[in-house]
């Protein structure tokens, strides 16, 4: 059983900076963040090979946020600049076996969950 914590949500202004961290037991995996906004269904944020360094990004997050991982420390990163209002959510991280250098983008793809970290962006 793969058990994760994410860390480093907040409250920030418009055009701040936040770092997520998703701290697992096992990095072995790959790895996804997701975030849930209000009243809205859950989406695909960025996702990363356990392998390799392979990575993707949703449209609406490209060259503001970026994923990354040390898998010595078993954390994997969101680094999240220019945030926005509606970059508000509850961010979770996710993880699931996969082959070393595949990235997964779907929520059905992944099999272990964090509870989650709530970023807030104020106007």
């Known amino acids: 059983q793969v058990q994760l914590e994410e860390f480093g949500g907040g409250l920030v202004q418009a055009g701040g900076s936040l770092r997520l961290s998703c701290v697992g037991s096992d990095t072995r995996y790959a790895t996804g963040w997701f975030r849930q906004p209000p009243g809205k269904e859950r989406e695909f944020v960025a996702a990363i090979s356990w392998l390799g360094g392979v990575t993707r990004h949703a449209d609406s997050v490209k060259g503001r946020f970026t994923i990354s991982r040390n898998n010595a420390e078993n954390t994997v990163y969101l680094q999240m600049d220019n945030l926005k209002p509606e970059d508000t959510a509850v961010y979770s991280c996710?993880?699931?076996?996969?082959?070393?250098?595949?990235?997964?983008?779907?929520?059905?793809?992944?099999?272990?969950w964090g509870r989650g970290t709530q970023v807030t962006v104020t106007s």
């Open positions: 996710a993880t699931a076996d996969a082959d070393p250098f595949q990235i997964l983008s779907t929520v059905g793809d992944y099999e272990y």
